[in-house]
C-alpha cells in the first residue's frame, strides 16, 4: 500500500498547493450552488396544460365528463395539468374549457388521481394578471403528493391571493393562504 501512494508526485509548492484546494473545493461547491439558485429561481413545478386524450387513460376522462358536466363538453376540448407524484400515483387537474362550468366567480377544475378518485375540487378565475400562473406544484411534498398552489386576483393592486392545497389522506385540504406580490412566490 505505502508504494502505490509514493508512487503519486508530491506537491511541494504551497501556491501548487493552493490551486490544487481551490479547484477540489469548486468541484464540489459549485454545483451545489447552481442547484440552490435553479430551485430557488424555480420555486415549485410549473406544469402545463396538455390536450386530455395524450395523457389521461379514456375511462378517467369519462368518470370526469360524468361527474363534472351536464353535456356537451366534448373529450377533445378539455386540458388537463399532470402533476407528477412521490410514488401516489399520477394527479390530473382538468380544465373542462366550457362556459356551462364557469361562473361569476371562476370555473370548475376537479383534481383526480390516476385510479379515479377525486381528490379536490375547486371554482377559480383562470383570468389572471400576465406572469401569473394558475395552478402549479408546490416544493412542499405530503403524503406522496407535491402540495398544489392556486393563485387568485385580488381587489389590491400588485398583489394576488395564493392558496395552498396539501394531500391529507383523503383528499386535499388548504392549509395555507397568502396575499403576495405578483411576480413573488408563496412565502416570499
Not at 473545493?25 to 430557488?40: D, G, N, Q, R, W
Not at 358536466?69 to 366534448?74: K, P, Y
Not at 373542462?96 to 385510479?115: D, N, R, W
Not at 386576483?153 to 389522506?169: D, K, L, N
Amino acid at each position: 500500500m505505502q508504494s502505490i501512494i509514493n508512487r503519486f508526485p508530491t506537491i511541494k509548492s504551497v501556491k501548487h498547493q493552493t490551486i490544487l484546494a481551490i479547484g477540489c473545493i469548486a468541484l464540489f461547491v459549485v454545483p451545489a450552488l447552481l442547484m440552490k439558485a435553479t430551485s430557488l429561481k424555480n420555486d415549485g413545478k410549473t406544469l402545463t396544460w396538455t390536450d386530455t386524450q395524450n395523457i389521461v387513460p379514456a375511462s378517467l376522462i369519462k368518470r370526469a365528463l360524468r361527474e363534472n358536466s351536464i353535456g356537451d363538453v366534448e373529450a377533445k376540448s378539455i386540458k388537463v395539468l399532470q402533476v407528477p407524484s412521490q410514488g401516489a400515483g399520477k394527479l390530473y387537474i382538468f380544465d373542462f374549457q366550457s362556459p356551462q362550468l364557469c361562473g361569476a366567480v371562476g370555473c370548475v377544475y376537479p383534481v383526480y388521481q390516476e385510479s379515479g378518485k377525486l381528490l379536490l375540487s375547486v371554482i377559480a378565475n383562470p383570468n389572471l394578471p400576465k406572469g401569473e400562473v394558475l395552478i402549479r406544484a408546490d416544493n412542499t411534498v405530503q403524503n406522496g403528493f407535491s402540495c398544489l398552489v392556486i393563485t387568485q386576483t385580488t381587489s389590491i393592486e400588485g398583489m394576488v391571493s395564493r392558496s395552498q392545497y396539501c394531500y391529507q389522506g383523503a383528499g386535499f385540504v388548504k392549509l395555507n393562504e397568502a396575499l403576495t406580490k405578483m411576480g413573488e412566490n408563496f412565502g416570499g
